[in-house]
DNA sequence: GCCAACGTTGGC
DNA sequence: GCCAACGTTGGC
């Protein structure tokens, strides 16, 4: 028995990797590198699964959004960014021994024909409790439900366009 | 560019 | 273990 899918949001501004710049990646994939926030960090160690859905949101944009669809290729292995001293990233309290910091591969799986603003999400009542409308929420990996995915796929457009 | 909200750090 | 200070996020 396979086990159950999971959907997730995951946050990205486009100026630094857009849905598009997903989408044009070798084999559309990407590793999810530089998450250095604990409740992400267990979502991606304990909890997403190789085929869990991915809305992919568009932070610090104008408009902000969902852009896209994406899912999980790759479970959670250790972010190599943190043993590096260059990386904007690096962590020098974390050991290759005992990675602290983990991250997970997705591959793109298609733009939103209809790009859904924040805005429309907050006006949506059946999303009233989207962790992404929630005030001051900053988690850059967020759980989103299966009512709530099926809601974000018809308002973008992409409702029995994506098996997932 | 502002700033509210939040997570993390470190002194005690 | 409290909590003030600090840094970051991200909408506006």
Request: charged share 30%.
């Amino acid at each position: 028995m396979p086990a159950k899918r999971r959907y997730w949001l995951l946050k990205s501004e486009p100026d630094v990797f857009s849905i598009d710049h997903l989408l044009k990646a070798k084999g559309k994939r990407t590793c999810w590198d530089g998450v250095r926030n604990y409740t992400a960090r267990n979502f991606m160690r304990d909890d997403m699964q190789v085929g869990d859905g991915v809305l992919y949101y568009h932070s610090n944009a104008k408009p902000p959004g969902i852009a896209g669809v994406a899912k999980v290729v790759k479970e959670g292995y250790p972010d190599p960014t943190q043993f590096d001293p260059k990386d904007s990233h690096f962590d020098p309290k974390s050991k290759p021994e005992d990675p602290r910091w983990m991250m997970v591969d997705i591959q793109g799986v298609a733009a939103s024909p209809s790009f859904v603003p924040l805005d429309d999400l907050k006006a949506n009542a059946k999303l009233e409790a989207m962790a992404v409308v929630q005030r001051g929420q900053r988690l850059s990996v967020q759980p989103v439900t299966p009512a709530e995915w099926r809601e974000v796929l018809r308002m973008s457009g992409l409702k029995g366009k994506v098996d997932l």
